[in-house]
Every structure is written in C-alpha cells, then in structure tokens.
C-alpha cells in the first residue's frame, strides 16, 4: 500500500509556458498533500499543503500565483507552473498523507522540470 | 519555529555501523520521522518515533529521546546500496506540516 504517483516524471518546456504536474495516490485516500522542490544536493523546501476541496495554504515567499494548486479529489492534487521560467527549473515532489501513522509523508517520484 | 540539524555528510566501509544523529528545535512534537534518497530519486520513508525509545526494523533503527530532543537513525551492516542522503524531519500542526533537515549524505566504500 502506500503509494504515490507523480506525472510527468520529466518535463522540458520553453520560457513563458505553463506546465501542468499530477499527483495521485493510488491506493488510499490522501488527507492532506504536499508540494516541493528540491535543488541540487539540498534538502526539500515545501511550496503548499493542500487539503481537498479548500484551497492550499502556501509557504512564506512562495508565489500562489506563479504555482497554482488544485486538489480536486481525495486522490488527485495537481501543481501548475504558471509562464515558466529557466529559474523554475528544479525536482517538484509531491507527497500524501493518510495513511498510520499520520504524520508519515508517502512521496511520488517527483517530476524533473527544465525550463529553456 | 522549528529546525533541525543533523550531519552534512557521513562515510563508512562496507559491513560497518553508522549512527546518523540528528537534533531537532520544535514549538510542538509529535515524532521524528527517517527518509531515504537515493540520488536522482524521492524520498522513501524509514521509520518513524514517537516515543523515547529505540525502534528496529532490519537492518535499520531509530532512536528517540524526547527530553534531549535528539534522536539518531542506526544503520548496520552497510551496504553499497545504502549509498543516499538521510533526512530527518518533525511534523506539526493540525496538518502535520513537515520541516526536514538539510540530509546527511552516507557514503558507502567498499
């Protein structure tokens, strides 16, 4: 059980387009979904929670509308990177919880944005 | 506020032990979670305390001690494998929003 799928896994897109990143997961119902990113030998940075049916709280500094969350089921949470840019660039990790214990994240694979 | 600190990197032969320790400061606590990354991968949960206490499964164990707000993640008889970075992280908040450590980088020699 427990798991978590991201699509695409690889995006390359030219500056100014909009790309569009699903999470799911599979086989069990998700309470509550996260959005990160990750650059090169760092740690997560969390962008959004989002809950389904409301709308996701945004982490300080992160722009709701350059990232725009919509969690329309209890299995589906999709970020969309709005007019892209070479600087979004990064490895965008979802992850779920509902699962016991409560607090452990279930992560998708992540999915690879280059922006050119 | 809540952060944590734990080792930037981390070497060891194969067959070895290896602590990775990490400490942590937090408004409020629920427990202390363990993933795994493998370079170029996400991160895959290991384990998870919320109690004092060691936690064992395979190869691999966790350790909590609240009042030291410390813990430790074990990991025996290495293998090439285990080659990854190890983050830890405390959820809080009714969402149990997650902050993770910067990730100790364990590098497995033969």
């Known amino acids: 059980g427990a798991v978590v799928s991201q699509h695409p896994s690889w995006v390359i897109c030219k500056s100014g387009t909009s790309v569009k990143i699903e999470c799911r997961s599979l086989?069990?119902?998700?309470?509550?979904m996260f959005w990160y990113r990750q650059f090169p030998k760092q740690s997560l940075m969390l962008m959004a929670t989002?809950?389904?049916?409301?709308?996701?709280?945004?982490e300080q500094g992160v722009e709701k509308d350059k990232f725009l969350i919509n969690h329309a089921s209890l299995t589906l949470s999709t970020l969309t990177v709005t007019s892209a840019h070479p600087e979004d660039s990064s490895f965008y990790i979802c992850?779920?919880?509902?699962?016991?214990?409560?607090?452990?994240?279930?992560f998708g694979p992540g999915t690879r944005l280059l922006v050119l | 506020g809540q952060s944590l600190e734990q080792p930037s990197e981390v070497t060891a032969v194969e067959g070895a032990i290896v602590q990775i320790n990490c400490t942590y400061q937090?408004?409020?606590?629920?427990?202390l979670s363990w993933y795994q990354q493998h370079d170029g991968g996400a991160p895959t949960f290991l384990s998870y305390?919320?109690?004092?206490g060691l936690e064992e499964t395979g190869r691999f164990s966790s350790f909590l001690s609240r009042s030291d707000s410390y813990g430790y993640l074990l990991l025996q008889e290495l293998q090439m494998k285990d080659s990854a970075s190890y983050f830890c992280?405390?959820?809080?908040?009714?969402?149990?929003?997650?902050?993770f450590g910067r990730g100790t980088s364990l590098i497995v020699h033969p």
């Open positions: 937090t408004s409020g606590f629920y427990g």
């Open positions: 305390n919320a109690l004092d």
């Open positions: 992280a405390v959820p809080s908040g009714g969402s149990y929003i997650p902050t």
């Open positions: 989002s809950n389904e049916g409301s709308k996701a709280t945004y």
């Open positions: 086989d069990f119902q998700a309470t509550t």
């Open positions: 992850s779920a919880t509902g699962l016991p214990p409560a607090e452990t994240q279930y």
